[in-house]
């Protein structure tokens, strides 16, 4: 695939006009017939989420932890294949695994002391480049971060812009 020839275009138009390249994506989400689950459209693909068994959920579809756990490993994973590409880096393999940690007493609200959340997120490549040169990985890791949209997100996190609607 020639990535630069797919991006050129796109590229081009963004510098010409920088506007053109400001997009915004939406997730939505709407109950299900449980407190513990609901559904989330992200406009092309509809996902069922629940709460973690750990929490009282049924341990059958993904969690939220889950959802942002995966999209930080698509992110990742597709970012890495893209920069190898564009580099010319040929590559047997690339495998991104995402782990976070938590712990449930700050969600289920047992100890203050506890964080809501995760406490630490480790992010794996397993990557097999035989043919490529030592300069050539460095530089793949160090792209493959900082063009990483949601790494980049979660390491620099965004204003969060809360607004609550409520009907009678």
Do not use: N
Request: with cysteine; aromatic share 4%.
């Amino acid at each position: 695939m020639d990535l630069r020839s797919i991006q050129k275009p796109l590229k081009d138009a963004y510098r010409q006009e920088p506007d053109s390249a400001r997009i915004t994506l939406k997730a939505r989400s709407s109950q299900q017939d449980t407190p513990m689950a609901c559904s989330v459209d992200l406009g092309r693909t509809i996902y069922k989420a629940q709460a973690h068994k750990g929490v009282g959920g049924a341990g059958t579809a993904a969690c939220s932890g889950d959802l942002l756990l995966g999209a930080l490993a698509a992110c990742a994973q597709i970012t890495c294949q893209m920069v190898a590409t564009a580099m010319g880096i040929p590559v047997e393999k690339i495998e991104v695994t995402v782990e976070g940690d938590m712990d449930l007493r700050g969600t289920l609200g047992i100890s203050k002391d506890v964080p809501v959340g995760f406490e630490k997120i480790r992010v794996r490549y397993d990557i097999a480049a035989p043919q490529a040169t030592a300069e050539q990985l460095h530089s793949l890791h160090a792209k493959a971060e900082q063009y990483c949209v949601v790494m980049q997100t979660l390491r620099q996190p965004p204003a969060i812009d809360i607004h609550w609607a409520t009907s009678g």
